[in-house]
């Protein structure tokens, strides 16, 4: 039996008249990259808004390590070790690469916990931080403020911000997007070391990294899953290549 760390029961969410995530039953296997593809309004993220608790899905349910997560807030979900990535660049400017991972190092720590927040605590938040920019190959440029940096550091410095809550799931939201081709590169390799020991779940529309990267992949069009399978199943499938694939040869 495949050791699945996530998984959807028919999961949906409606914006109004819209099904945007349509009935999306998903077993994600730890330690694999699995790949969320799919045309533009497909509902990809959508489905990962609904998997970190950015939304309130409108029916199914999520299990994460066999617990059932669904509805619960995004910190709450983040504390469990899921975390994510934005689509759009999200960190705070005005701060620096050390301050933005500690903001989300700290971020991990439960609430309840801060009468007890000894010396001890505050090094073990200074030591996640670190090892978040270690990670995310960000080290040296520590005291740099964010706003200073490249377009490619910063989405670099995001990823590092989800490091440093140390997570075992990682939803990453089109981490390439924008990118050129050298920071594409350096993003994919990081993405192949932090493969190592965590499972990812990656939306992407860089075809050749996500073939090169992922274990498995999902194609989701109009909200629903078209197919899902390894990555030579996804290639030879004739339904993929009608409804996304071939479509994308066709436009270039
Ligand atoms: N908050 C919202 N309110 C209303 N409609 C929404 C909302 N968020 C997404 N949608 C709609 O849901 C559908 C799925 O959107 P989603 O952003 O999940 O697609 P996507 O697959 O991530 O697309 P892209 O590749 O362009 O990022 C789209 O039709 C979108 O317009
Ligand atoms: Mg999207």
Same mark, same amino acid.
């Given at each position: ?30 330690? +694999?990259?699995?790949?969320? #593809? @799919?045309?533009?309004? =497909?509902?990809?993220?959508? /489905?990962?808004? &609904? ?102 550091? +910063?989405?670099?410095?995001? #990823? @590092?911000?989800?490091? =440093?809550?140390?997570?075992? /799931?990682?939803? &990453? ?80």
């Amino acid at each position: 039996m495949a050791d699945v760390i996530l998984k959807t029961d028919r999961l949906s969410k409606n914006f109004g008249g819209l099904i945007a995530v349509n009935n999306v039953t998903l077993a994600f296997e730890r330690g +694999q990259v699995h790949a969320i #593809i @799919g045309p533009n309004g =497909a509902g990809k993220t959508t /489905l990962i808004n &609904l998997l970190s608790g950015d939304l309130l899905p409108s029916d199914g349910a999520i299990l994460f390590n066999g617990r059932n997560i669904t509805s619960l807030p995004p910190h709450k979900i983040s504390q469990m070790g899921i975390g994510r990535s934005y689509q759009k660049t999200n960190i705070f400017t005005e701060f620096s690469c050390f301050e933005n991972c500690w903001v989300a190092a700290q971020s991990r720590i439960n609430t309840s916990m801060r009468f007890f927040r000894a010396a001890r605590h505050l090094k073990s938040v200074a030591e996640r931080t670190e090892k978040a920019l270690e990670l995310c190959g960000l080290s040296q440029r520590s005291d740099s403020r964010a706003s200073a940096m490249s377009y490619g550091e +910063q989405r670099q410095l995001e #990823i @590092g911000m989800m490091l =440093a809550t140390e997570p075992e /799931l990682l939803l &990453l939201d089109e981490p390439l997007a924008g990118m050129g081709s050298d920071e594409s590169l350096q993003v994919i390799e990081l993405l192949r070391r932090l493969a190592v020991d965590h499972t990812l779940i990656l939306i992407e529309h860089d075809m050749d990294a996500v073939f090169s990267i992922a274990d498995r992949l999902t194609v989701m069009v109009n909200g629903r899953v078209l197919e899902t399978g390894t990555v030579e199943q996804i290639r030879n499938s004739q339904a993929v290549q009608e409804a996304y694939l071939g479509v994308e040869e066709d436009a270039v």
